[in-house]
C-alpha cells in the first residue's frame, strides 16, 4: 500500500487499529532485540539498519502485513518453520500476529541480526531494488 508518511510514526498511525497495534508490536521487538537499530522509511515501509546494513523491514500490503528480510538468503535456516506461513523471497506474510508467529520471527530477527555478514548480500548496497522487494 502506497503511504505519504515520511517517518515510521506517521506511517504505523495512518494504519487500521488492528495492523497498528501488530505492526507496532513488531517494530518494538525488533529494537528490543537489536537496540541499536536505526529506524526510517525506505520505499514507502519502515526499515531497519543494523551497523549500517539493511535488516529488516515491516509494512501493511493490501491483503496482509509482511515482515521483509533484507539478507534472505539466510532464512534457510528456518526453510521447516517457514513451511507452514506464506513467504516470499525475502517476505513472510502475516493476517495477524499469532504468540508463534511473534516467536519465529523473534528467533529469525535474533539470527539474521548476528549472521549478517555470512549472507551473500552483506555489503553490497541496493540490495533492495525500486519496487521494495529484496534482490
Not at 499469532?98 to 548480500?121: H, V
Amino acid at each position: 500500500m502506497k503511504t505519504a508518511a515520511m517517518n515510521v510514526k506517521d506511517y504505523l498511525e495512518s494504519l487500521p487499529e488492528d495492523r497498528h497495534q501488530a505492526l507496532g508490536t513488531l517494530r518494538k521487538r525488533i529494537k528490543r532485540i537489536w537496540p541499536g537499530i536505526v529506524e526510517d522509511m525506505t520505499y514507502g515501509m519502515p526499515t531497519f539498519t543494523l551497523d549500517g546494513h539493511a535488516l529488516c523491514a515491516i509494512a501493511s500490503q493490501k491483503h496482509f502485513m509482511a515482515l521483509y528480510i533484507m539478507p534472505y538468503d539466510l532464512l534457510r535456516a528456518f526453510k521447516n518453520d517457514l513451511l507452514v506461513h506464506d513467504c516470499g523471497k525475502s517476505c513472510i506474510r502475516f493476517k495477524r500476529l499469532e504468540p508463534e508467529t511473534l516467536d519465529l520471527f523473534d528467533r529469525i530477527i535474533k539470527y539474521t541480526g548476528s549472521q549478517m555478514a555470512l549472507s551473500k548480500y552483506f555489503g553490497k548496497t541496493g540490495n533492495m531494488r525500486g519496487n521494495g522487494k529484496a534482490r
